[in-house]
């Protein structure tokens, strides 16, 4: 079993044992395969409702993007609303961005129900732009008021740079009910909770065969099998061959967070606030104070390629460096990366390949939030209680392209890097 990447996460978890291996014959009513958080809380969902349920997680509990994200969870996707409607149709856009909000909230119900009460939770996200454009963030603060009752706070450029000091910002929106928390302490609470319902949890346990046809399905791995009437695949982007028609649906793509060391000075002299921080990019920067304000956590890039570069730190900070030149010699701890998996539509994919077998993943950089409302929408579905996971059916499991896929996705990120930095020109030039 790999132990957790090294990262803040890893470093300041809430102790936790380690959960045994899968061993012998384990009969349930439903088997998720994935510990991240979307298998947690479907997972957790079918528990509280009564169901036998098993996870079997190849490593540990939030072991990948769930246990190393940016830990932001406010509403919405890792695609625009507009872009939704463009594919869906407005209503039933509206209708997927409402659920998004419900995943919200279903973090902070599950935050209060299993959460230590010494877990940090910080509200507030600003979301930046570094270009001008007063206006539109101006409309999509009416838009979010009118359509979701969901309240923005519009700041001018001098309210944004008297609490963030970099020369490179604008405008912003601030949400006051999107926050900040740490999602491995999270994901080992939801793991608890479902245990604490009866459920079981394997860790060490990769699935390396199934046979999904049948009343009763089988998911193998080295030393056990579990059968079960329902399987999920939550295995996000390190969804490998088991399924291969999941893995053609989906590109791993990769991101990568730093820490700081201990400046708080420093770090205090260009960041006054300690809300979540988003800049308005495609891929943009995000970041926040962590450890009671004294270091930053910091993240952005992202690329298709799956290996982890010699000198991730040195880059990342380069792009901390361009936006707040003052840190340019401050040390940096530790630095990881995670993969989130991606489908063509950039939109989660949900549903069932065939009858039983569910599939739960593609919820790229827009996780927390999405997680939560695809775990309950696809435990709705296993209980007969609702078929709430229909309204991800515009979205389904397309060949992702292969090498092919991996190359268009890296060349159209490109081009919007090249787009972001032609508009942060242009406004450069104008002041
Ligand atoms: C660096 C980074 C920063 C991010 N920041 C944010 C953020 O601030 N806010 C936000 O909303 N989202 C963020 N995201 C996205 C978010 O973290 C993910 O979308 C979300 O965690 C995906 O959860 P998941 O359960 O689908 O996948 P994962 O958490 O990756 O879990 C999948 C699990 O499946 C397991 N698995 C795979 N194959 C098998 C198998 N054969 N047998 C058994 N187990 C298997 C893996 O070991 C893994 O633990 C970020 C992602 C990254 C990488």
């Known amino acids: 079993m790999a132990d957790y990447v090294d990262s803040y996460y890893a470093r300041t978890r809430n102790p936790s044992p380690a959960r045994g291996a899968l061993k012998g014959t384990v009969s349930v009513d439903a088997a998720i395969i994935g510990g991240g958080l979307a298998g947690l809380t479907t997972a957790l969902e079918l528990a509280r409702a009564g169901r036998k349920v098993a996870i079997v997680e190849a490593e540990r509990i939030g072991w990948g993007a769930s246990g190393r994200n940016g830990g932001f969870?406010?509403?919405?996707?890792?695609?625009?609303?507009?872009?939704?409607?463009?594919?869906?149709?407005?209503?039933?856009?509206?209708?997927?961005?409402?659920?998004?909000?419900?995943?919200?909230?279903?973090?902070?119900?599950?935050?209060?129900?299993?959460?230590?009460?010494?877990?940090?939770?910080?509200?507030?996200?600003?979301?930046?732009?570094?270009?001008?454009?007063?206006?539109?963030?101006?409309?999509?603060?009416?838009?979010?008021?009118r359509d979701f009752d969901y309240k923005l706070e519009f700041r001018d450029k001098d309210e944004v740079r008297a609490v963030l000091r970099s020369a490179k910002y604008y405008d912003a929106l601030f949400d006051p009910k999107a926050f900040h928390f740490h999602p491995l302490n999270y994901a080992q609470g939801l793991a608890s909770g479902i245990e604490a319902s009866g459920g079981q949890v394997f860790e060490a346990s990769p699935v390396v065969d199934a046979t999904l046809d049948g009343a009763t399905k089988v998911l193998r791995t080295s030393y056990g099998e579990v059968q079960a009437r329902d399987v999920v695949f939550a295995t996000g982007g390190y969804t490998g061959q088991v399924s291969p028609k999941l893995q053609r649906a989906m590109l791993p793509i990769a991101t990568y967070v730093l820490l700081t060391e201990v400046a708080p000075e420093r770090i205090g002299a260009v960041i006054g606030v300690p809300w979540a921080i988003s800049d308005s990019?495609?891929?943009g920067d995000y970041y926040r104070l962590v450890d009671e304000g004294r270091r930053l956590l910091w993240g952005g890039r992202i690329t298709t390629r799956t290996s982890e570069p010699a000198r991730l730190a040195?880059?990342?900070?380069?792009?901390?460096?361009?936006?707040?030149?003052?840190?340019?010699?401050?040390?940096?701890?530790?630095?990881?990366?995670?993969?989130?998996?991606?489908?063509?539509?950039?939109?989660?994919?949900?549903?069932?390949?065939?009858?039983?077998?569910?599939?739960?993943?593609?919820?790229?950089?827009?996780?927390?939030?999405?997680?939560?409302?695809?775990?309950?929408?696809?435990?709705?579905?296993?209980?007969?209680?609702?078929?709430?996971?229909?309204?991800?059916?515009?979205?389904?499991?397309?060949?992702?392209?292969?090498?092919?896929?991996r190359l268009t996705a890296q060349m159209t990120y490109w081009t919007y890097q090249a787009m972001d930095f032609a508009k942060e020109f242009r406004a450069s030039r104008a002041g």
């Open 73 to 145: 969870v406010g509403p919405g996707y890792a695609t625009s609303l507009s872009h939704i409607a463009m594919m869906a149709g407005r209503d039933a856009a509206h209708d997927l961005y409402r659920l998004s909000i419900e995943g919200v909230r279903i973090v902070e119900d599950n935050l209060a129900a299993f959460g230590r009460s010494d877990d940090v939770v910080t509200y507030g996200k600003l979301s930046v732009l570094r270009h001008a454009d007063a206006s539109g963030l101006k409309a999509r603060q009416d838009q979010m008021a």
């Open 314 to 405: 040195d880059m990342l900070r380069a792009t901390m460096v361009s936006t707040y030149p003052s840190l340019a010699g401050i040390r940096i701890d530790v630095a990881w990366s995670g993969l989130m998996s991606y489908a063509r539509h950039l939109m989660p994919m949900i549903g069932q390949m065939q009858p039983n077998v569910w599939h739960c993943y593609g919820f790229g950089g827009h996780g927390l939030n999405t997680t939560a409302i695809g775990g309950r929408v696809v435990a709705e579905g296993i209980l007969g209680a609702s078929d709430r996971y229909r309204q991800y059916a515009p979205f389904g499991l397309n060949w992702a392209g292969g090498p092919f896929g």
């Open 281 to 283: 990019r495609r891929a």
